[in-house]
């Protein structure tokens, strides 16, 4: 039964080296499996045609590759598409594939559900369902339709990357290795809310872009959006963040998303200024998405365009995010599979 196997996918160079040597093959057949999973994307163990027959038996009778075909697509108006993959543990998870002219993004989740509770995210609002491996976080580029259009990754979909930090450490490591995709970090954003701890370790141990959600620069507005604020605080972030250097090729945004009334004003603006001074950054202003039951609302055009205007005029550099998907709930702060779990928990009970 393929559940009960181990998974190849995610696995390192020299972690198939000794799944080899194990088996009583020789190394170097563990550097043909990584090329058969990281360049060939084979399917099955039976595709790996230049390891012999009986050393692919032996390899399927306690491995499996783990990957796993999207159950479901959703498509926007705007070309953006909406993935639903299953998990190892029978759960789902959302992956949205964004295209742009030359460019395609993936915006990859890393967690059922997420612990953060952020006020203005309906990824929040489902609770914490578990972390994914780095075989399921994988998955969401190796099963991909369009994986061999992609351009960019941005760890921005469901959960905290720094909450479920190993697998997200291994996954770019084979995204990045020359054994695996072989890609640049510059290629790959990895978000974070701030989590003592996690945030130091992943910026001593990944070269790949960070990107901070603020969405204010007050603490006690922040602690009121996002109750990770409590643990560690945008001030403190700010000073970690502080001992690097983002000057070269490793790049730092932080996201805003803009509130009317509630993070639009100038005095927000001043604020952003003072606490980032000295800091070699960006900020990407985003569109809210209203979700229910939530009193926050989206600010118009023009009241964006003021804000950005002032913090460039400022000396910080200062984008608003095209807003893409909203239409098949596939934008910032959407993503949600809580009706999807119901739907299986109840299917599963019908059956008893």
Known sequence: MESAKKYLLGMTLGELKKVAKSLGMPAFTGGQIAKWLYTQHVKSIDEMTNISKANREKLAAEYAIGCKEPIDAQHSKDGTIKYLFPTDNGKFVETVYI?????ATLCVSSQVGCKMNCL?????KQG????????????????????????????????EPMDNLDNVLRTTEVMTADFGYGWSPKRITVSSVGVKGKLKRFLDESDCHVAISMHTPLHDQRSELMPAEKGMSIESIIELLSNYDFSHQRRLSFEYIV????????????????????????????RFHPIPNIPLQGVDDNRMERFRNYLTQHGIFTTIRASRGQDIFAACGLLSTAKKIDEERGRKKSKR
């Open 99 to 103: 295209p742009d002219e030359d460019r």
């Open 120 to 124: 203005f995210c309906q990824t929040g």
């Open 128 to 159: 914490f369902e578990g972390s994914l491996s780095a075989t399921d976080i994988l998955n969401q580029i190796y099963s991909l339709p369009e994986r061999d259009k992609l351009t960019n990754i941005v760890f921005m979909g469901q959960g």
């Open 259 to 286: 509130f009317k009334d509630f993070n639009d004003s100038e005095e927000h603006a001043k604020a952003i200024v003072h606490l980032l001074k000295g800091l070699d950054c960006r900020i990407n202003l985003i």
